[in-house]
């Protein structure tokens, strides 16, 4: 345990994005985060029906864990509150983590246990942006054009999913969603150097081609700062494999508190 200025035990957990994405002034610029240990509070937390129903569980038990009252969730980078989500849980039980998973090879669910602790971290580029901006350039490979965008935080994935929600319930008749657009338009930050959204909006829906969303999201997926959850598997036939890591209840609940 770290030595601090709380009143409670805590340890500090580094990002992957080092700090350097968030402004100057941010309490994130650090590249670290204090974070308490989860005690029976947080268990109540866990346990908590009502949390579980409205799918704020995971949201609520991250808040109730980060110590300084400075730091927000919402100010979180995804991948770095998925560092923090990580080091939550093996703090609170340990690294091991037994889970069912699909053998690749036999098709069969099985149980494994993953060591939590392997688990690859994607630092961020340094190069790729300036010190305390997240902003990105990419010039898409097929139209040309450049774009800058950010990398979402905590915040943002919560404003697209309620404007996922609410135009799913205003075109529930299409079946169609609206959650790729919504999420390019929240992250992009200019074309061409135009910056009013009216244009970046247009340019979303009616100019930006799937041959480009396609390079672009996979551009994204190369530069995030993140926690990789795949680890080494052996099947049941001996092969190895790299699989998904599956984050479900279990995860913060394991089978023997459960």
Do not use: C
């Not at 080092?18 to 509070?41: C, H, N, Q």
């Not at 060591?115 to 350039?137: P, Q, W």
């Not at 551009?219 to 092969?239: L, W």
């Amino acid at each position: 345990m770290a030595e601090n200025q709380y009143d409670f035990p805590t340890e500090v957990l580094a990002l992957p994005s080092k700090g350097s994405l968030y402004p100057e002034d941010s309490p994130l610029r650090s590249g670290e985060i204090d974070v308490k240990y989860m005690t029976a509070k947080e268990e109540d937390i866990l346990t908590s029906t009502n949390l579980i129903e409205k799918g704020l569980v995971i949201d609520r038990l991250l808040t109730s864990v980060i110590a300084d009252p400075k730091v927000k969730l919402d100010d979180l980078l995804i991948g770095d509150k998925n560092a923090l989500m990580l080091g939550t849980r093996v703090l609170g039980y340990g690294k091991d983590y037994e889970v069912v998973i699909e053998d690749p090879d036999t098709g069969l669910e099985v149980e494994h246990t993953f060591d939590l602790t392997e688990l690859e971290t994607k630092k961020v580029d340094e190069k790729l942006f300036k010190s305390g901006e997240n902003k990105f350039e990419f010039k898409l490979p097929h139209s040309k054009r450049v774009i800058e965008f950010k990398l979402l935080t905590h915040k943002d994935e919560r404003d697209i999913e309620k404007e996922v929600k609410a135009y799913t319930k205003i075109a529930q008749a299409s079946g169609v969603s609206n959650e790729l657009t919504t999420r390019l338009k929240k992250q992009l930050i200019s074309v061409d150097g135009e910056t009013e959204r009216k244009v970046i909006n247009n340019f979303v829906d009616n100019q930006f081609l799937s041959l480009d969303t396609k390079e672009f999201r996979k551009y994204q997926v190369d530069i995030t700062p993140d926690i990789i959850f795949e680890a080494e598997y052996t099947s049941q036939i001996g092969d190895p494999h790299t699989v998904q890591i599956p984050i479900g209840v279990r995860f913060f609940w394991p089978e023997s508190r459960a």
